[in-house]
């Protein structure tokens, strides 16, 4: 196993989708086997933009259990709740904040999209965003980052930060670098766009959703809209068909093969060709599912308190490391 750290944050956004685990969570979860991995869930992160107190823990509680049935070992790796090293991340935020340019952050994009977005709640803690995501990283002294390409943006002034801290104090941190996400987009059921949890349930598939809802979904996908009666032929590729394109994901490469000729050769309708879509995604969310119902609250409980100790062991020692190099705390 390699000795550097990586870390990375998964937004508590509630329900997470096929496309989440093909595009994200899939590929951060083989990387626990090579590297010291920190997972941890971002919840105070999630105040700049929901502060809804309703639903946050529950919100928190569901994407645990998420990453738990993908196959997330608590045990390989440090799991655990942003807040759980609320003091640390806090504390260490304020330093990394004395060192970074406000004008920069003003002109980050992903700030200005916010703000343009919620134009009624421009919050401090939404220009610090990218502050507090280098103290997640660095409290830990992460090196490896898997992000999606939109977080990039926010690693470039992580490691902005991390120069001007070290210029200042000496070596205290590395610099933080991405490991890009699977680039793969898993389309929406719509044909629209991708798969994303911020549109109508009907274009997403939810990791937890059962043999049924699946295929009711599936049989209300967008498909080729030049087929219009079975005895015509259809066009199974990428660009002519969006339930083959969803097809080249999840179903093996020989029955794809005996999808396009029958497909092609009018012998089946989109009818047929949904029903064995629909099977090959149970195929893959069935053991995720089982996974998931097995996983009790009180396990769930048991994992995220062994993996704040854990974190908090790790990120006290770095904040002590950073308090002297700044000179602080005498007494
Ligand atoms: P959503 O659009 O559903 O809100 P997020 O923006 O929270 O998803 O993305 C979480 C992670 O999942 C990111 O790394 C993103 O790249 C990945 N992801 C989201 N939707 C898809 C998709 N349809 N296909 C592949 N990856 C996706
Ligand atoms: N901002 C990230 C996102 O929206 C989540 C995040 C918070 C994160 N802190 C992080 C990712 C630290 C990597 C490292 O997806």
Do not use: W
Not at 26 to 37: S, V
């Amino acid at each position: 196993m390699s000795k550097e750290r990586l870390v990375t944050g998964i937004r508590a956004t509630g329900n997470l989708h096929i496309g989440n685990y093909y595009g994200a969570m899939k590929g951060i979860i083989e990387l626990q086997e090579k590297y010291h991995a920190y997972y941890f869930i971002a919840d105070i992160h999630a105040l700049t933009t929901h502060p809804n107190p309703k639903d946050l823990k529950k919100k928190v509680l569901e994407v645990a259990k998420d990453y738990l049935a993908v196959g997330l070992d608590p045990e390989k790796s440090i799991f655990y709740v942003q807040s759980s090293i609320a003091e640390e991340v806090a504390e260490l935020h304020t330093y990394l904040s004395m060192v970074m340019p406000l004008g920069d952050l003003m002109r980050c994009p992903t700030f200005k999209e916010k703000a343009k977005k919620h134009p009624d709640n421009i919050n401090y803690g939404l220009v610090g965003y990218p502050v507090l995501m280098a103290a997640d990283i660095l409290i830990h002294q992460g090196s490896l980052i898997p992000v999606g390409e939109d977080q990039l943006v926010h690693l470039e002034i992580a490691r902005k930060i991390v120069r001007r801290f070290n210029q200042l104090y000496g070596e205290i941190f590395p610099e933080p670098q991405p490991v890009i996400e699977n680039a793969v987009r898993i389309p929406s059921l719509t044909g629209k766009g991708k798969m994303s949890k911020s549109d109508e349930t009907a274009s997403y598939i939810g990791l937890e959703e059962d043999t049924l809802m699946i295929e009711r979904k599936v049989k209300k996908a967008y498909s080729d809209p030049t087929r219009i009666y079975k005895h015509q032929p259809g066009h199974p590729t990428v660009e002519g068909c969006n339930v083959y394109h969803l097809h080249t994901f999840f179903t093996s490469e020989s029955e794809r093969k005996e999808i396009i000729a029958a497909c092609q050769g009018a012998t089946i309708g989109c009818v047929q060709c949904k029903k064995s879509l629909s099977e090959s995604i149970d195929v893959l969310l069935q053991p995720i599912r089982e996974k998931r119902e097995q996983i009790s609250e009180d396990y769930l409980h048991d994992v995220l308190l062994y993996g704040k100790r854990k974190a908090k062991e790790s990120a006290q020692e770095v904040i002590s490391e950073v308090r002297k190099a700044i000179g602080l705390r005498m007494i």
